[in-house]
């Protein structure tokens, strides 16, 4: 571990984060006992993968290949490599692949070449995020680079008014999130009978948020003759039945590994004590190797005030949660990727659909409502076979 817990007790600027009352904390919270935030890291590698084709094997338009190649990538992915040949035979898809394993790829390269194919196509994704959202437009961007294909983005705290306008000039992709989608097509603006591909990103992360209902809505309204393509993490129970209604005679393709992503990364509890939370985050932060450190708290609120707390420090530091609009949340990613910011500050719920490269630290300055919540959290480090490092701050 690159960090020492022997920190000193010297009180330093506000005092506005006390340690959180054990009241204050939910009865599974409550339950938690050091040693499940306590392991260390397993070098663990995969089995080296041989896939079966390259992306010159496929049968894409060649502007699409020139793009992919430009790009660096010579080999698919293992989703990549099972999906592509389906989804360009026109087949449902079931891909049950954790974040970080290329399925947007798997799914942006085929329907490109669909499009490119039949002008007249359009394309509707759904995403969990916000920035899940841009994340898959700025992909499609590179791969359609030059081909003349176009893209509407519509989410929740962007300008309605340019989303309109976009919408009503030609575009072949809408991309966006939920509640977006559905205002948008109440007004009689987005004709989702209109769109022949569909492809639902993260849906067990949907189903988290509670968008069970807007998914719903969303398929009842499109075509019935469609090609539909899935994407989850896990297959819980309430996304097998909407399977029934959404897919027809699908192929499922999985590539999730059995080991857990936490594997890779080192995990250790620092005890409270007693100690001003703020004051005990600093000398954390201070220390050697601390370079991208991704921290998690409960609340919006609680992040704003420990936002102007180490920001009076003299850290760069920014944050993301639901009360930012998407033009701030934007340039706080962009910051942290591209390393201009040191520390960046998140909510669970804003933290959904994050792929950063390089994170050195996840913290988590309060405790997260689940296991399940922690192992998202800790997810974000220690990836690509790098060591990641969580600490979790308890009373």
Not at 75 to 99: N, S
Not at 252 to 279: A, C, H, P
Not at 323 to 339: E, H, I, P, T, V
Request: net charge positive; hydrophobic share 35%.
């Amino acid at each position: 571990m690159k960090y020492n817990r022997s920190f000193s007790n010297r009180p330093r600027g506000p005092q506005s984060y006390a340690p959180r009352r054990s009241s204050g904390l939910t009865k599974e919270q409550r339950n938690y006992h050091p040693s499940m935030f306590i392991k260390k890291a397993e070098r663990v590698e995969d089995d080296e993968f041989i896939p079966t084709h390259s992306f010159n094997d496929f049968e894409v338009v060649s502007e699409l290949k020139t793009n992919i190649f430009a790009r660096g990538y010579e080999y698919p992915t293992p989703i990549q490599d099972q999906v592509i040949p389906y989804v360009l035979a026109g087949r449902d898809i079931v891909g049950l692949a954790h974040t970080g394993t290329g399925k947007t790829a798997a799914f942006l390269v085929p329907l490109i070449h669909k499009i490119r194919m039949d002008d007249t196509q359009k394309v509707l994704i759904v995403a969990p995020t916000r920035e899940l959202a841009i994340q898959i437009e700025d992909e499609l961007k590179l791969f359609s680079k030059g081909m003349n294909i176009f893209s509407a983005l519509v989410i929740g705290g962007g300008n309605m008014k340019r989303q309109i306008d976009r919408i009503r000039r030609k575009h072949h992709f809408i991309i966006g999130t939920p509640g977006r989608i559905i205002d948008l097509e109440k007004r009689g603006i987005i004709k989702l009978y209109g769109y022949q591909s569909v492809v639902l990103d993260e849906v067990d992360r949907m189903l988290d948020m509670g968008f069970i209902r807007d998914m719903t809505y969303i398929v009842s309204r499109l075509p019935q003759k469609r090609q539909s393509l899935f994407f989850s993490a896990t297959l819980p129970k309430n996304i097998e039945s909407l399977m029934r209604s959404f897919l027809q005679e699908p192929i499922t393709v999985s590539v999730k590994t059995e080991r857990q992503t936490s594997l890779n990364v080192d995990q250790d509890v620092i005890r409270i004590n007693g100690r001003n939370k703020v004051d005990l985050l600093h000398d954390v932060l201070i220390q050697e190797g601390f370079n991208k450190v991704l921290i998690f708290g409960r609340t919006k609120h609680g992040m704003n005030n420990l936002f102007k707390d180490l920001l009076k420090r003299g850290f760069k530091v920014d944050a993301i949660h639901g009360n930012k609009s998407q033009m701030q949340r934007k340039r706080a990613l962009d910051a942290f990727k591209l390393g201009n910011v040191q520390v960046l500050l998140a909510t669970d719920l804003a933290s959904r659909g994050l792929d950063i490269d390089d994170i050195t630290h996840v913290i988590n300055y309060d405790l997260p409502q689940s296991y399940e919540d922690y192992i998202h959290r800790i997810g974000r480090t220690g990836r690509a076979n790098k060591t990641g490092i969580a600490l979790t701050l308890m009373p």
